[in-house]
């Protein structure tokens, strides 16, 4: 990964199909290993743009992870600084701040330890049990969100 800032691993393969699929489930009300549906507003068109995450949460406080890197949603996120998300019709705003790089260690520790199993392939053979010296040098291209 030479340009981590900029990371992003889009869909291939069975992808598309998969992720029509999960993005139903949470319309439905159906969380699979904590899953939400992400509302953000479009950072050019204004418009809600939704998809399935994670919601990670670490002593109390939630976060949100982009295994696949810097992601139109991420993007979206940055610009707006907020967002929804749903869960059949329970819907919860929220307010988001990116956490640096240095912030990130015991989040993706975390994430991997939760949902490894899930996202791995996008982790690049670093896994729960990685140092943190691994972990900081994929941390530029992995963002995440604290959410209040």
């Known amino acids: 990964m030479n340009d981590l800032a900029h990371r992003y691993i889009g869909p291939t393969g069975l992808d598309p199909i998969m992720n029509r699929i999960a993005n139903t489930l949470p319309k439905l009300g159906i969380s699979v290993a904590g899953s939400r549906l992400l509302a953000v507003r479009g950072r050019k068109s204004g418009e809600w743009r939704t998809t399935m995450v994670n919601l990670l949460v670490v002593d109390g406080q939630r976060y949100l992870v982009a295994p696949r890197g810097h992601t139109q949603w991420v993007r979206n996120l940055r610009v707006s600084g907020n967002g929804e998300l749903r869960l059949g019709r329970k819907v919860e705003a929220f307010t988001a701040r990116e956490l640096p790089d240095a912030e990130k260690l015991p989040v ?8 490894g199993w899930e996202v791995g392939r996008f982790f690049e053979g670093v896994t729960k049990n990685s140092s943190d010296a691994e972990l900081a040098a994929i941390a530029p291209g992995f963002p995440v969100f604290a959410l209040s």
């Open 108 to 115: 993706l520790h975390a994430y991997l330890d939760r949902w």
